[in-house]
């Protein structure tokens, strides 16, 4: 019963005692550790991050008291933490402009039964992908952006994100650069997916660049977005093989299939509460 | 210091509260937990599987009495267990036949400092190869192999093994099938190479079946060695791309690549106490 | 234009002249040619096989008499051949049971324009598929099977396509064996879309026994239907890695991927006129 | 007979007819072509590309004449063109500096028999791999490097290489920035492996700008080399996924397997007369 489980991040100075204190923790409120996965890095003074999945029967029920009771461990090793009930589905809006890719895949695939998540909206500055969003029986939000109109129209975006308690915004081929303004308030919530191999071919027009530099392979890069374009904490890459035969437009059409998959494995991984983010980097628990 | 350093491995029946009894143990011996990995199989009554690196100021002195005190947990558990000092090398045994691909390459990575065991030993059943095992400072021992001999020659093998303490035998494109008489008293220890992606091509001349049957990829398996023939648990795989213009000649070429690194990562997930047997399977801790 | 170019598909003895022969004729007919591929087998008597895509002004006009002033050329080196123009969309039925990655994959790259091609409908043994096939547009037949009525079903699929003039048959995760009676009449045009890296797991239930195997890879392979099952010539193959802590359930989700763009990426060559079959075998000039 | 073989390799402005001015030439010459492949870019005004290979019997002897004879059909295209005897191996010359992998793995392969070449001479600012060279009876040079006594030491590179007639200089991790003085008279022949994904991180220290860069991915670049650093045209391109848990130094671990592979196939390619430079970029007929 996914009403049983839960998942419990942390991030904090390494220390020793650190497991220990969470594993005995969580026998004595009669857990069963489901996965348990540990990462230190041992630069500097050491960060710890940890990710364990454990049930507990009628979980829901007892939360509260299970969050409350954790919080003098937590204080004691100062840790950044969140524990996330399974049957508590993240919220996800998507952002597209014009092509339907990454839509198509993520929506295919939430429709399957992989994705753990409720998908509340599609929002695009176009009208074009109105009839696959409804298509899957989503609400589709239409706001024109202008270079006049943008920061009026990303004040209604975070009106409406906020108004349906949005968890995670994937810009999935939304071609459009958001501000500052936009990022602060969903700072490490918003997935955007990136058209190259970052960092090679930052910003606009990878694939054109990618074939006037005669690549043989091009990639595609999932990262959370921040104020730097392009620069953000990368959640996944990966890439195919092409060769001198292929046009830029063939190069975006075998880009569109490598795109599709590391934008989903992202999210994925986003949705099973694997990502931890440090120093504009990821730990990804697989 | 990796005098400091040691890997427990753990398999048992899945029980609530086995993380905290280990770590709560290696707290209170004074270690840091390194890393942590864990896996529970939930069919059946659910296995439990955990591999713990962790250090210990001057564990090689304390490591006896570290190794007692645990036995009372495991016996609680019913584990199967192994502690494993970082310091103390694994021994190993290499045998080949006439081609040194994978012989080289394990020896070139294990003279890079990218394997942490002492290779002890070449063994083969032709000369072909003395050179390179002895350019490497190795001994290398011939012992021909008939059919009638056979028996002879394992039995020969077996005291030299023995006598030189070896803890695991690479199988490193050794054209011969070793007899159960063998491979019990060495009993998951003996790792081969095998020229296909196992299942597909079992036995002899894989290269040529896969010419024959026009397969668009080839692989290779690293896996333990069973009394049935290329059937015991898988370690590793991986492929590599082929098209209709490679002869039976270039496919067994281009295997050659993929052989090497496949034994490569074999031996070295082995060596770091990663891969935990079960069912004919393989846990691999990455 | 599309309308000006064609492909041009060789068998035969190889022989001293034949590229001189054609790329001459070719010339003669005023032919700019676009790509040329070319494979010669070297063992036995040997074969040669070629693929030249050209393009002439307003051949959609010269066709019939450009293929009728090639035919001595093909007759002296006793070719078999193909002549086909761009223009002339190949006619594709899809054939699904009840899982929908497949189809959906083909149809979704099909209306974004990426097959050359005219899917002209959907046939299934179940219903479950036919509100994804309507919504593109596409009429959906169903045709429940039984063992009983089998025969006479396949009488009736076989009416239906050649009453539609289908050039290609996808079984796209049809979860029927089909029987020589229906293979007969579209000799080299069905192709399938078999759960594993064949010749690993011929038959029902790969992933099962992929997960019981232990393996550390999936794959799956599209290939042509023949009398043997799953043993027809292989297209394309393409494979994932997994590890230990994936389910049956999981390596089938995983699958799934994998299945999908291998299946689409062997109907594209085809479309492309790319595969020619040969010896149980193809050859894919890419 | 490799003594009956050649390639010919062409570039020019595509027009109509070359094909069959070459596949005839070379039917009235006797020969039988193995393998032809072609590649036509069709902006602007359109480039030509062809890799011919061919058979001939006792074609050693004839060599001079067919050059000669081909020699208007070149003129009448304005093709630019090289007959490469496959007989005549290509002399290579390897430089390097302390890191041994790439140097081992050309040596092992070539040793092999899969490189078809007379490796000549290594090439060294270190002592470090004199015994390496040595090793597989190589003659090896020691030249020591400093900014003062580089254009010196440069100019007797040059002499060595000159007087040795090398066709093809590999920096197998020579890690010297080479003057424009070296690379003019070795325009398209010196073969640099760069330990990157290019156009990431160009330039020094790429695994720790990967890591600090937190890339699931890194990768390895060969390339031609050119007067702009890490920009000449690449060759063949791979990549390793990796995760958070490598460190800088196991990037950099990881990252000598990827860089084998990749500066082995370039080379191989090269000596295989696969690959065809324009516009700063390759065509590689595989």
Not at 109 to 131: P, T, Y
Not at 187 to 210: E, Q
Not at 248 to 259: F, H, S
Request: hydrophobic share 40%; with cysteine; charged share 25%.
């Amino acid at each position: 019963m996914s009403n049983d489980k839960a998942v419990l991040l942390i991030s904090c100075t390494d220390k020793p005692g650190i497991v220990a204190a969470v594993s005995t923790y969580l026998y004595e409120k009669g857990a069963n550790i489901i996965s348990s996965d540990q990462y230190s890095t041992n630069y500097q003074e050491g960060l710890f991050f940890m990710r364990v999945e454990f049930s507990i029967p009628n979980l829901d029920r007892h939360f509260p008291a299970i969050e409350e009771d954790f919080r003098p461990i937590a204080n004691k090793y100062e840790m950044k933490w969140n524990l996330f009930l399974n049957s508590k589905k993240k919220r996800v809006a998507i952002f597209v402009s014009k092509e339907d890719h990454c839509l198509v895949e993520l929506l295919w695939q939430w429709k399957a039964g992989d994705f753990e998540c409720d998908i509340v909206m599609v929002v695009s500055n176009h009208e074009d992908l109105r009839a696959t969003a409804t298509g899957f029986g989503l609400p589709f939000y239409h706001f024109p952006v202008t270079k006049e109109n943008k920061p009026e129209v990303e004040k209604r975006h975070i009106e409406l994100l906020k108004e349906h308690n949005i968890d995670v915004i994937v810009l999935a081929k939304y071609m459009q650069i958001v501000s500052p303004g936009f990022i602060e308030p969903f700072r490490n919530k918003i997935i955007n997916i990136h058209h190259s191999f970052l960092p090679a071919f930052v910003g606009a027009k990878p694939y054109d660049r990618a074939y006037e530099r005669g690549v043989k392979i091009i990639g595609a890069t999932a990262h959370f977005v921040t104020e730097e374009l392009d620069a953000g904490p990368i959640i996944e890459q990966d890439i195919i093989r092409v060769s001198h035969d292929y046009s830029a437009a063939e190069l975006k059409r075998v880009g569109r299939m490598v795109e599709r998959s590391v934008i989903a494995r992202a999210l994925q991984w986003y949705l099973q509460n694997r990502v931890i983010i440090f120093d504009n980097k990821t730990v990804v628990f697989k």
